[in-house]
Structure formats: structure tokens, C-alpha cells
């Protein structure tokens, strides 16, 4: 009888035991299960940043809610928020990773709106050349300095406090006091004179400022590509081993892509599931090959990368053609 009770204790301890053991596994495997799926939400996703600032040269201060101070570059900024470039320098606003605002020389601009569906700059002073690109789902973005407002749509254009250069695309752009407005959709220039819109045509100089600013605005794109891959290298780490290349390689492919010569498409046609981070690249590079477009219509020609130069520019001087009735020998050596 003692022997019996025994046995049933150590059975009902056992029992007791396995039951314990079961449940740790378990915990442990439903850990596991939610580090994979943290994980992969981490990896699928890509937060937009709101506002930031790249500062190109110069001194550039900003403004956030305690007075002027001096900005640093990559810095985030907010809502209400103060932008001002100095003589001599210049910065670039990048609003929701899809709006441009390239502040030129002695230029104030302020943050008066920063929502997902409208962003609005009041532009105080100086000059401006803006990129509105629609990447995050934007959908009206609006400038204002205190005698005109331009609405855009999607488009690119230099604003002075009482003059407007067009780029391309469609924006609408607005006398405060008068009320007048002027649809724009093609490369002109717009004045304000005397209360009234005037258009009229940009002289040579001012069509090569265009360009110089599309060219700098393509730069700057690629920047924005550049710093989305930065902020999720694991993401781009599966990518690169999928394709079976290195970082050298893929720097090449990438710029094989803004030349037409491998469609940008493929990452996300290949992709198993949905990541944001590439749909952006994707988008941007899009972007990217449109603004290459509008400065070749424009007459600009980009220089041509490493890839596309023959060989032969990386080699030694190679030695005459035997076979070559006219062939020299080669010098002998000192």
C-alpha cells in the first residue's frame, strides 16, 4: 500500500514536471513568435519623417519656439517651426519625404502647416525653389509670402516675395490683394506688378537658373534614396543577397535604373511580401528618371557614369596591332 502511494506521488510529480516543461516551451515559443512578428512589422514598415533639414553651406539658424539658434544638418523639425538662411548660404527642407524647399541666401521660412494630406509654408523673405513630388500621398501643398500664394498640385518652381519661375507641372498662383489668379502649367515666369499678375517670358539667364535647380533637386532626390536605404540596412542587406550582389554592384544597378537601363519595378514585382521601404525606393527613382527627363527636353545632359565608359579609359595603353601594316613598335623602355 505504501508502495502504491509512493509510486502515485512520484506519477502525479512527473505529471506535474511535464506540464511545467510544456508551458515554458510554449512561452518560449510564443516569445519567439512575437520577436519574429515585432520584427517583421520593424522590417516591412517605414515611418515618414515629418520634416528635416539638410544644410548646404553656410550659417542656417532655426527658429523652434525659444528663439534663434543654429541648425545642424539632418536635424528634424515640427509644426511652427523657423528655417533662416544667412548671406552666402543655403539649406533644404524636406517635408513628409516629399516636398523640396530649397532656401536660398538670406531667406526666413516657417512650418504653418504639416498635416498628411496638405503641408503649407509661409515664406517670409529671401527665395525659395520648391519639388512637390506627392511620394507620401500629399495632396495640396501651398507656399504663401505676404503678397502672393502658390498652390501646387505637383510640380517644380522657384517663389520670390513678388515673382514666380516655373519649372513644370500645375500650380495655381495668387495676387493676396487683388484676388487674381493665374493657372500655370508649362515653363514661364510670372510677375507681380502693380497689384496684378503679369506672365511673361524668362530671359536665357533665368532658364538656366531653372535648370540648374532641377539639376540640384535630381541630387537631392537621390540623397533621399540614399538616406531611405540607410534607415533600414537589414531590409536592403536581403535584397542585396537575393540579387547575389555587393554594395559596389547594387551602386551600379541602382544607377543603371535612373538610366533607363534596368526597370526599377523588378524589386517590387520580385519581392514575397510588401516592404514600404522599397515601394519608397521604387517611387523616388521614378521620380528621379522623370526630373533626368524634363532637364534632357531642357537641354541638360547628365555626365555619364563610370559604368557606361569603356574599358579601354581604365587600362594601361595598350601595345600597336601586329597585324597592322602601319603598326610602330612600342617605345623601349628607359
Do not use: C
Not at 3 to 21: F, I, Q, T, V
Not at 31 to 54: D, K, M, W
Not at 108 to 127: F, R, Y
Not at 213 to 239: C, D, G, L, Q, S
Amino acid at each position: 500500500m505504501s508502495e502504491h502511494k509512493e509510486h502515485s506521488s512520484e506519477h502525479k510529480s512527473h505529471h506535474k514536471d511535464s506540464k511545467k516543461k510544456r508551458y515554458i516551451i510554449l512561452g518560449a515559443i510564443g516569445g519567439l513568435v512575437l520577436i519574429f512578428a515585432i520584427s517583421l512589422i520593424l522590417l516591412l514598415r517605414s515611418p515618414t519623417t515629418p520634416a528635416y533639414l539638410n544644410i548646404e553651406q553656410g550659417d542656417v539658424q532655426v527658429n523652434t519656439g525659444s528663439g534663434w539658434s543654429p541648425a545642424s544638418d539632418g536635424m528634424e523639425l515640427s509644426l511652427d517651426d523657423k528655417v533662416k538662411t544667412l548671406a552666402d548660404s543655403s539649406a533644404i527642407l524636406v517635408l513628409y519625404e516629399s516636398i523640396i524647399v530649397n532656401l536660398k541666401s538670406n531667406t526666413e521660412v516657417a512650418i504653418s502647416e504639416l498635416a498628411e494630406d496638405k503641408v503649407k509654408i509661409d515664406q517670409e523673405s529671401g527665395t525659395t525653389w520648391n519639388k512637390f513630388t506627392k511620394l507620401a500621398g500629399i495632396a495640396s501643398y501651398e507656399i504663401e509670402t505676404p503678397n502672393t500664394v502658390a498652390t501646387v498640385r505637383g510640380t517644380d518652381f522657384m517663389m520670390g516675395m513678388d515673382h514666380l519661375l516655373m519649372g513644370s507641372g500645375d500650380l495655381t498662383y495668387m495676387a493676396k490683394e487683388s484676388g487674381q489668379k493665374m493657372a500655370l502649367s508649362k515653363i514661364t515666369k510670372v510677375v507681380l506688378r502693380d497689384g496684378k499678375l503679369v506672365e511673361e517670358e524668362m530671359t536665357p539667364e533665368e532658364k538656366a537658373m531653372v535648370i540648374d535647380e532641377k539639376r540640384k533637386t535630381m541630387y537631392e532626390m537621390r540623397k533621399m534614396r540614399a538616406r531611405e536605404i540607410n534607415k533600414h540596412p537589414n531590409v536592403y542587406r536581403i535584397v542585396k543577397a537575393i540579387a547575389g550582389v555587393d554594395d559596389k554592384e547594387a551602386d551600379v544597378r541602382i544607377s543603371k535604373m535612373d538610366w533607363g537601363r534596368i526597370r526599377e519595378d523588378t524589386l517590387i514585382e520580385k519581392a514575397p511580401v510588401r516592404v514600404a521601404s522599397v515601394e519608397k525606393f521604387v517611387m523616388l527613382t521614378k521620380q528621379i528618371k522623370r526630373e533626368k527627363a524634363d532637364l534632357e527636353a531642357l537641354g541638360y545632359k547628365e555626365p555619364l557614369p563610370g559604368w557606361m565608359a569603356p574599358a579601354i579609359l581604365e587600362s594601361k595603353e595598350m601595345p600597336p596591332d601586329p597585324l597592322k601594316d602601319d603598326a610602330m613598335p612600342p617605345e623601349p623602355l628607359k
